[in-house]
């Protein structure tokens, strides 16, 4: 029932911007914390940012602080990444995920499709 789906992802040049999207249904969006996880090509999965029930409470990977921001209307079940100043090490698949509020994707319940970034000149 629960589900999740990421929708924004693209090809952006270096330096180009990008806004993430994930629609979710199924459960009390309003109530949980959510997350952004992405992993590039063989490579593992990596945290990049979560966000807290209410939206006041946001934390970010060190890699993409300042760059990416993190944000969700609760009145929409929506979650949003904006991703700004993007490096070719920002492509990747970006999940969203509905979790704990913890940086440990380990713990995380249910997972969304992936979104496809794409940085490159």
């Known amino acids: 029932e629960v589900q999740l789906v990421e929708s924004g992802g693209g090809l952006v040049q270096p330096g180009g911007s990008l806004r993430l999207s994930c629609a979710a249904s199924?459960?009390?969006?309003?109530?949980?914390?959510m997350s952004w996880v992405r992993q590039a090509p063989g490579k593992g999965l990596q945290w990049v940012s979560g966000?807290?029930?209410?939206?006041?409470?946001?934390s970010y990977v060190d890699s993409v602080k300042d760059r990416f921001t993190i944000s969700r209307d609760n009145a929409k079940n929506t979650l949003y990444l904006q991703m700004n100043s993007l490096k070719p090490e920002d492509a990747a698949v970006y999940y969203c995920?509905?979790?704990?509020?913890?940086?440990?994707?380990?713990?995380?319940?249910?997972w969304g499709q992936g979104t496809q970034v794409t940085v490159s000149s």
């Open positions: 995920a509905k979790s704990p509020y913890s940086s440990n994707w380990r713990e995380y319940d249910y």
């Open positions: 199924g459960f009390t969006f309003s109530t949980y914390a």
């Open positions: 966000i807290n029930s209410g939206g006041g409470s946001t």
